[in-house]
């Protein structure tokens, strides 16, 4: 039995297992525990591959389980996540959104269209599995992308210290906004630079040099808040990237 050929998929189950854990403290409603089980989920989605190709170990059924622990953790959760969102943008008791509240009056559909969110990173998924474009960049958002600018959303609720950003999370709006705009995103064919290093030339990385020098600016002064706008950089960035070449 070759042991080695097993482990990227333990770690892949790592990340289906901390998306599951998500998955079940986002319905809870703790959203600081939600958001530390998808980080943690995202980097056994990393290191899964970078150790299929160390160990020279890369296979079908490991790119198939990848795409269902992503499902998890950058589909269901975010989805979850931004219904919650919607649940207190509309002031709504909490027990009441899934149809009758407990006096058994009708509770508002509203919040299901967070779940726009799922079924666009599963569409997302599934065209990234047949897509033989994206083995160095990628077309469209990726869903972790998606879920991390979700995630942090009800974390500036928590933690956020300007009143400007707070409206904006606790607006039904604004939440229908960016449910379309990243469900969108995650499907368009928009090329998105890849993060990845060939090489640490300064000339040939100067995009990725920028982002990763503002990112870290932003995290220094905005702390939380710096999440979706670092991922909002990355799309503008690609965007202006991608008419400079024409």
Do not use: C, W
């Given at each position: ?24 403290l986002a319905v809870k409603g703790d959203f600081y525990g939600t958001a530390v089980m998808v ?208």
């Amino acid at each position: 039995m070759n042991i080695k050929k097993h482990i990227p998929n333990l770690i892949t189950l790592g990340n289906l297992l901390s998306g599951t854990i998500a998955a079940i403290l986002a319905v809870k409603g703790d959203f600081y525990g939600t958001a530390v089980m998808v980080i943690l989920g995202i980097v056994f989605d990393f290191l899964d591959g970078f150790v299929a190709r160390i160990l020279k170990v890369q296979g079908e059924l490991g790119k198939q389980l990848d795409s269902l622990a992503d499902m998890v953790t950058s589909g269901v959760v975010p989805g979850i996540v931004m219904l919650q969102l919607f649940v207190n943008a509309i002031d709504i008791d909490a027990v009441g959104y899934f149809g009758l509240d407990e006096y058994g009056k009708s509770g508002s559909n509203l919040p299901y269209i967070g779940l726009i969110l799922t079924l666009a990173a599963g569409y997302r998924l599934a065209k990234f599995n047949i897509d033989e474009r994206q083995s160095d960049s990628f077309i469209g958002l990726p869903t972790p992308a998606m879920s991390l600018f979700v995630i942090s959303l009800p974390l500036i609720g928590e933690y956020g210290q300007s009143q400007f950003f707070l409206d904006l999370i606790h607006n039904k709006y604004v939440l229908m906004t960016i449910t379309i705009l990243l469900s969108f995103l995650m499907n368009a064919e928009l090329p998105l630079f890849s993060l990845k290093f060939k090489s640490f030339g300064i000339k040939e990385n100067i995009v990725k040099y920028i982002f990763l020098i503002t990112s870290i600016l932003f995290i220094v002064l905005l702390k939380v808040v710096a999440i979706p706008m670092i991922i909002l950089l990355y799309v503008i960035i690609s965007v202006f990237q991608n008419m400079a070449k024409g």
